[in-house]
C-alpha cells in the first residue's frame, strides 16, 4: 500500500483521504467520526473507514506536528512494526513546513477525570507542559508497569514512539473471530502467555507494555481539536476510556471557549430579538443570516428560533 503525509493550512487538523475510492473522500480526524475502539480506534464517514488510526497520529501529535492530509490507498495505515517507529522516520525524513498562525493549546485550568466499572480511569491536572503517568494494569496482574514522564517532540521518539503493541494470548483466538488483529504476528505485536513474553526481538524498553498504553493515550487524544498542556494520570486504559476521556476533555474546552465570550444580557423566558438584536450577540453577515427572529430562550443552553424563506434566497 501506498501511505503520503502532506503539509495542511493551520487550523484543518488531522484528515484522511481514502485514495483507493472513485471519489477520493475525506474524513476528518475529529472525535465524532469514531466508530470503533476495540483494539483499534476506526473513523468512518458514512460507509467509508479507516482503521488502526493511533499508530499515525502519536507521531505526528508526538512530533508536534498538527496539522496533516494523510492520503492512502487501503482502509488502514500499515502496520510496520506495531510502534510509530516507522512514522517517525517517513516524518523525519521529510520534514516539516513551518506555519505563520500561532499554535494553539488548550492548558487544563481544572481537573478533568473520567472512570470505568473495571477500575480505569484517566484525570488531566493543570500543568505547565504535557506529562503522562500512566499504570499499565490487566486481568492477568502479570507485567503491570508504571512510568511518569514529561513528552515532547524532543523526546517523543525516543522515549515513546518505539514501543510496539501487544496482545494476551488467551486473547487472540476471540479477536481473530470476531475479524480483529488479521495482520498481526511476531513480526508487528508482542504477545504475553503468562510470565512469558513472545517477540520475535528482544523487548525494546523494561516498561515497553506501558510506553505503548502512553503512545496509544497520544494518538487518541491526537483526536481533540488540539494540543493539550496538562499532566494525565492514567490507568488500565483502552481506546475505549481514551475517547471516553477526550470527550470530556473537548466538555470542558467548550465550557472555556464559553467563557471568553462577551457577556450580553440574554433575555429570559418568551421574549422575540429580531435580527438586529441576534446580530450583536453573534456577528454574522449574508448568506448566512440563518436566524431571523428568536422566539424564546430556555435556560442558558437552548433558544427556539425562527427562519423565513423568501423569495429571494438562493437556495
Same mark, same amino acid.
Given at each position: 500500500?501506498?501511505?503520503?503525509?502532506?503539509?495542511?493550512?493551520?487550523?484543518?487538523?488531522?484528515?484522511?483521504?481514502?485514495?483507493?475510492?472513485?471519489?477520493?473522500?475525506?474524513?476528518?480526524?475529529?472525535?465524532?467520526?469514531?466508530?470503533?475502539?476495540?483494539?483499534?480506534?476506526?473513523?468512518?464517514?458514512?460507509?467509508?473507514?479507516?482503521?488502526?488510526?493511533?499508530?499515525?497520529?502519536?507521531?505526528?501529535?508526538?512530533?508536534?506536528?498538527?496539522?496533516?492530509?494523510?492520503?492512502?490507498?487501503?482502509?488502514?495505515?500499515?502496520?510496520?512494526?506495531?510502534?510509530?517507529?516507522?512514522?517517525?522516520?517517513?516524518?523525519?525524513?521529510?520534514?516539516?513546513?513551518?506555519?505563520?498562525?500561532?499554535?494553539?493549546?488548550?492548558?487544563?485550568?481544572?481537573?478533568?477525570?473520567?472512570?470505568?466499572? +473495571?477500575?480505569?480511569?484517566?484525570?488531566?491536572?493543570?500543568?505547565?507542559?504535557?506529562?503522562?503517568?500512566?499504570?499499565?494494569?490487566?486481568?492477568?496482574?502479570?507485567?503491570?508497569?508504571?512510568?511518569?514522564?514529561?513528552?515532547?517532540?524532543?523526546?517523543?521518539?525516543?522515549?515513546?514512539?518505539?514501543?510496539?503493541?501487544?496482545?494476551?494470548?488467551?486473547?487472540?483466538?476471540?479477536?481473530?473471530?470476531?475479524?480483529?488483529?488479521?495482520?498481526?504476528?511476531?513480526?508487528?505485536?508482542?504477545?504475553?502467555?503468562?510470565?512469558?513474553?513472545?517477540?520475535?526481538?528482544?523487548?525494546?524498553?523494561?516498561?515497553?507494555?506501558?510506553?505503548?498504553?502512553?503512545?496509544?493515550?497520544?494518538? +487518541?487524544?491526537?483526536?481533540?481539536?488540539?494540543?493539550?498542556?496538562?499532566?494525565?494520570?492514567?490507568?488500565?486504559?483502552?481506546?475505549?476510556?481514551?475517547?471516553?476521556?477526550?470527550?470530556?476533555?473537548?466538555?470542558?474546552?467548550?465550557?472555556?471557549?464559553?467563557?471568553?465570550?462577551?457577556?450580553?444580557?440574554?433575555?429570559?423566558?418568551?421574549?422575540?430579538?429580531?435580527?438586529?438584536?441576534?446580530?450583536?450577540?453573534?456577528?454574522?453577515?449574508?448568506?448566512?443570516?440563518?436566524? +431571523?427572529?428568536?422566539?424564546?430562550?430556555?435556560?442558558?443552553?437552548?433558544?427556539?428560533?425562527?427562519?423565513?424563506?423568501?423569495?429571494?434566497?438562493?437556495?
Amino acid at each position: 500500500m501506498r501511505l503520503t503525509v502532506k503539509p495542511a493550512v493551520a487550523g484543518s487538523g488531522y484528515q484522511f483521504r481514502r485514495m483507493d475510492l472513485a471519489d477520493q473522500p475525506t474524513i476528518p480526524a475529529f472525535l465524532e467520526k469514531v466508530k470503533q475502539v476495540e483494539r483499534a480506534t476506526t473513523l468512518a464517514e458514512g460507509s467509508v473507514k479507516v482503521s488502526t488510526v493511533e499508530h499515525l497520529l502519536s507521531a505526528l501529535r508526538g512530533l508536534e506536528i498538527d496539522n496533516a492530509l494523510i492520503e492512502l490507498d487501503a482502509n488502514e495505515p500499515p502496520i510496520g512494526d506495531g510502534s510509530a517507529a516507522p512514522f517517525l522516520e517517513m516524518l523525519a525524513q521529510a520534514g516539516r513546513k513551518e506555519l505563520e498562525a500561532p499554535r494553539a493549546v488548550f492548558e487544563i485550568r481544572e481537573p478533568v477525570y473520567v472512570t470505568t466499572p +473495571d477500575g480505569g480511569y484517566m484525570a488531566a491536572l493543570p500543568h505547565d507542559g504535557f506529562k503522562v503517568s500512566c499504570t499499565n494494569a490487566n486481568h492477568t496482574h502479570h507485567h503491570t508497569q508504571f512510568l511518569s514522564l514529561e513528552i515532547g517532540a524532543n523526546n517523543y521518539a525516543k522515549e515513546i514512539g518505539r514501543a510496539r503493541t501487544f496482545v494476551f494470548y488467551e486473547e487472540v483466538e476471540p479477536l481473530l473471530a470476531k475479524g480483529l488483529i488479521k495482520g498481526g504476528s511476531l513480526e508487528n505485536a508482542i504477545v504475553i502467555r503468562g510470565e512469558s513474553v513472545m517477540s520475535k526481538e528482544p523487548l525494546r524498553y523494561s516498561e515497553e507494555f506501558v510506553r505503548h498504553k502512553i503512545l496509544d493515550i497520544i494518538g +487518541d487524544l491526537a483526536l481533540f481539536p488540539i494540543p493539550i498542556r496538562a499532566h494525565i494520570l492514567a490507568a488500565k486504559t483502552s481506546h475505549g476510556l481514551n475517547l471516553l476521556f477526550a470527550k470530556a476533555l473537548y466538555k470542558a474546552y467548550r465550557a472555556y471557549q464559553s467563557s471568553l465570550m462577551p457577556v450580553e444580557n440574554i433575555p429570559v423566558g418568551e421574549r422575540a430579538m429580531d435580527t438586529n438584536d441576534v446580530m450583536k450577540i453573534l456577528p454574522h453577515r449574508y448568506p448566512f443570516l440563518m436566524v +431571523d427572529r428568536i422566539l424564546r430562550f430556555e435556560g442558558d443552553s437552548k433558544a427556539v428560533g425562527m427562519k423565513l424563506v423568501t423569495i429571494n434566497e438562493p437556495y
